[in-house]
């Protein structure tokens, strides 16, 4: 099953700033998936980001605020610009392993604070 | 739109009880069926994996059931454990490479 890890763990940030969120994996994977979980909610998708191409963005998630890149099979970021508190949330990355079952895993999540 | 529905959404028992989580999926059309693991605060940790073809799935004390055709799954944990308690995600896939679509959990107890 694949690995994955983000940094950071967890920040604190000031309303207007922006910051960015790592998913490292440690096998070469085609789909990554961006979340947000936002307090006492389940998981929403805001974008899939596939190597080589633009990332595809979920109804009400925007480039502009999320934008995301990724530049090769084993790596990607999610930004969070121009943050609100609205943006207080844990922020988890996903992929679907290869293996012929197409599980997904998830890394352990960003938890975002915007003050 | 796939609409995935769990049921409790909270439950407390006392520990050594068998219980059972409630899954229902709206469109049958469906590529695999997770069941998901969340501590307070933590990432996701997948439990059980269900290809469309499957009737069920066990791993240690947890059992997963699939109905496709109805639209319902059924997460089995016997012998529960304190250590059990943790928010239980159900989450269904409509294709190899899509991304899942989650229902909104059960937050177990399980009190020694």
């Known amino acids: 099953s694949a690995v994955i890890s983000q940094k950071p763990s967890r920040d604190i940030c000031q309303r207007g700033t922006s910051l960015t969120i790592q998913c490292q994996v440690d096998?070469?994977?085609?789909?990554m998936f961006w979340y947000r979980q936002q307090p006492g909610q389940s998981l929403t998708l805001i974008a899939t980001a596939n190597q080589g191409s633009e990332a595809t963005y979920e109804s009400g998630f925007v480039i502009d605020k999320f934008p995301i890149s990724r530049p090769n099979l084993t790596f990607s970021t999610l930004t969070v610009s121009n943050m609100s508190p609205e943006d207080s949330s844990i922020y988890l990355c996903?992929?679907?392993?290869?293996?012929?079952?197409?599980?997904?895993?998830f890394g352990p999540g960003t938890r975002l604070t915007v003050l | 739109k796939q609409e995935v529905t769990q049921i409790p959404a909270a439950l407390s028992v006392p520990e050594g009880e068998n219980l059972v989580l409630n899954c229902s999926f709206t469109d049958s059309a469906i590529y695999n069926l997770q069941w998901f693991r969340q501590d307070p605060g933590k990432g996701l940790t997948s439990l059980l994996l269900i290809q469309s073809s499957q009737r069920e799935q066990t791993s240690g004390r947890l059992n997963a059931s699939l109905d496709k055709s109805s639209g319902r799954s059924t997460l089995y944990i016997a012998a529960s454990q304190p250590g059990d308690s943790a928010t239980y995600l159900c989450?269904?896939?409509?294709?190899?490479?899509?991304?899942?679509?989650f229902g909104k959990g059960t937050s177990l107890l399980v009190t020694p």
């Open positions: 989450a269904v896939s409509p294709n190899s490479g899509y991304a899942l679509n």
């Open positions: 096998s070469q994977v085609t789909m």
């Open positions: 996903s992929v679907e392993d290869l293996d012929g079952y197409n599980e997904q895993f």
